[in-house]
């Protein structure tokens, strides 16, 4: 036998050899790239709400979202639309946004179907209360410490209706 048939031989043992697999299992693994964790597809799913953290933290976001209503001079007349116990609101938002996040319906179990502009209508909305509103929610979830795409996702999506329930200039 010759001196390369001999060198073929071992390496065709040694690469069958449960000890040179493993070693060779290794050295491959180490060489691929770890596969990168896709984002989440927000609105899609529950994506939306895993990413407020769930029903509590939507719960969370909302009595952060009235805090700042009761405290920010920009939002004292969006505050005055609101009774002055505000449970009712607190538990309306937080079901809606629930739901809207791709969590359970118990806005519509609870209330019926929701028309945001048509429950907003007998208000008086113009630019700045909308921009109030929307104050109020950034800066609600900038509190939360959610990662900034999630954030921005939120605000852009709850601009439309924010937008449809301005009734003037």
């Known amino acids: 036998m010759s001196k390369t048939q001999k060198e073929t031989m071992m390496k065709t043992d040694q690469s069958s050899s ?4 493993k070693t060779q299992d290794a050295i491959q693994e180490e060489n691929v790239a770890p596969a990168k964790k896709s984002a989440p597809v927000y609105g899609m799913g529950d994506a939306t709400l895993q990413a407020a953290g769930g029903e509590e933290g939507v719960k969370k976001l909302v009595d952060a979202f009235y805090d700042y209503m009761d405290i920010l001079p920009e939002a004292e007349i969006v505050r ?3 009774k002055p116990d505000l449970t009712d609101s607190r538990e309306k938002l937080t079901t809606f946004l629930t739901g809207w996040m791709g969590g ?8 019926g179907s929701m028309n945001i502009p048509g429950a907003h209508r007998h208000l008086s909305i113009g630019i700045a209360e909308k921009e109030a509103w929307l104050l109020c929610m950034q800066k609600a979830l900038d509190e939360q410490g959610y990662d900034d795409v999630f954030k921005r996702y939120v605000m852009v999506q709850l601009s439309f209706p924010a937008e449809m329930c301005r009734n003037r200039s």
């Open 18 to 21: 449960p000890q040179v697999s």
């Open 80 to 82: 005055a639309m609101h």
């Open 104 to 111: 359970p319906s118990r806005y519509a179990e609870k209330y």
